[in-house]
């Protein structure tokens, strides 16, 4: 789901998050909820959560 088509409580959630520094990864996968929400992380971290959440396949 991308955030164009994102229903608009989860792009005012997403806003805020990233206003309080927060990165909001979603899963792409039509129908799934799963997202992961990060902040103050190493590059090496981050890129681990985001291959996590984008992963339909690992949750």
Do not use: I, N
Not at 21 to 50: F, I, M, W
């Amino acid at each position: 789901m991308d955030q164009q088509t994102a229903p608009l409580g989860y792009r005012v959630s997403d806003a805020v998050a990233l206003l309080a520094g927060k990165h909001t990864v979603r899963c792409p996968q039509p129908g799934c909820r799963v997202s992961v929400r990060y902040r103050a992380v190493t590059p090496d971290e981050a890129k681990r959560l985001t291959d996590l959440a984008t992963d339909h396949d690992r949750h």
